[in-house]
């Protein structure tokens, strides 16, 4: 967590007092904390949005993967094809 620094030359500044009173609830401070810091409850594969980036990411890799398996086909060079075959004409 970084910690912000505020340096003047007036010096330190006195909290006003509701700026007090906002940090004497303590179940609120508390509440901020674990929202903050603690992680969600719910798990990562229960959550629709992320469920769904999880399968495209796998769906994709997968893809990738057997596209990279697949052996490639020479293509002949034209000077390598058969000539044509003349017509009785």
Do not use: C, W
Not at 11 to 26: L, V
């Amino acid at each position: 967590m970084k910690r912000r620094y505020r340096i003047t030359p007036e010096g330190h500044r006195q909290p006003t007092d509701s700026e007090i009173a906002r940090y004497r609830d303590p179940k609120r401070l508390l509440y901020n904390y674990s929202r903050a810091v603690q992680r969600p409850q719910k798990p990562l594969y229960r959550d629709p949005k992320a469920f769904l980036i999880l399968l495209l990411i796998v769906l994709l890799a997968y893809l990738i993967s057997e596209e990279r398996r697949k052996p490639e086909v020479p293509v002949p060079a034209p000077t390598e094809q058969a000539p044509p075959v003349p017509s009785d004409g």
